[in-house]
T-cell receptor, first 114, second 113 residues
Framework: DVKVTQSSRYLVKRTGEKVFLECVQD?????MFWYRQDPGLGLRLIYF???????EKGDIPEGYSVSREKKERFSLILESASTNQTSMYLC?????????????FGPGTRLTVL | QKEVEQNSGPLSVPEGAIASLNCTYS??????FFWYRQYSGKSPELIMS????GDKEDGRFTAQLNKASQYVSLLIRDSQPSDSATYLC?????????????FGKGTKLSVIP
């Protein structure tokens, strides 16, 4: 059974804190993605990775960075959290080819920045 | 900006009826098309993918693609209350092997018992 897990289901942080969101997949997928989902705005891509140590910016990378040191793990980092980063964060993975295959989503992390 | 448009709904249909969900996209070069279902408070899961013009059927679900008119639709036959969810259309506009997947904002479907 395919699985994408995220480190926290709910997270509350303060403005200015450094925040780490972790995502792990057990499907040996090359591609991994970080999205945020906000009411009225839909799913928006923050960053994606198509291989270990490889990353590409998505549509809204500002204020975020990522790390992929191992194939199964993709981390999203908020360098200095701000209230406008309060959102639902979804991680996904997919096999190749990039963009042409099903994405498997994790359960999401609802982040609140106070 | 490459766009994917969906009617936000809510779309209400009676149980047993056909639900028709539509999606239009702006980029003629789009190659891959996906429908995801998202229950409230849950993450999206794939319902159908379609890559060629025409219809693709899977159980009660049929995806229809018309590249000339730049629309993709999802039909749900014999709708059930368990089909009540938000349906997301996703389009890869980047061409084979590249990644520019754009999601629509979703259509909320409500199936009335």
């Amino acid at each position: 059974d395919v699985k994408v897990t995220q480190s926290s289901r709910y997270l509350v942080k303060r403005t200015g804190e450094k925040v780490f969101l972790e995502c792990v997949q057990d499907m040996d997928h090359e591609n991994m993605f970080w999205y945020r989902q906000d009411p009225g705005l839909g799913l928006r891509l923050i960053y994606f990775s198509y291989d270990v140590k490889m990353k590409e910016k998505g549509d809204i990378p500002e204020g975020y960075s990522v790390s992929r040191e191992k194939k199964e793990r993709f981390s999203l980092i908020l360098e200095s959290a701000s209230t406008n980063q309060t959102s639902m964060y979804l991680c996904a993975s997919s096999p190749p080819p990039l963009g042409d295959n099903e994405q498997f989503f994790g359960p999401g992390t609802r982040l609140t920045v106070l | 900006q490459k766009e994917v448009e969906q009617n936000s709904g809510p779309l209400s249909v009676p149980e047993g009826a056909i639900a028709s969900l539509n999606c239009t996209y702006s980029d003629r070069g789009s190659q891959s098309f996906f429908w995801y279902r998202q229950y409230s408070g849950k993450s999206p899961e794939l319902i159908m993918s379609i890559y060629s013009n025409g219809d693709k059927e899977d159980g009660r679900f049929t995806a229809q693609l018309n590249k000339a008119s730049q629309y993709v639709s999802l039909l749900i036959r014999d709708s059930q209350p368990s089909d009540s969810a938000t349906y997301l259309c996703a389009v890869n506009t980047g061409g084979a092997g590249s990644y520019q997947l754009t999601f629509g904002k979703g259509t909320k479907l409500s199936v009335i018992p």
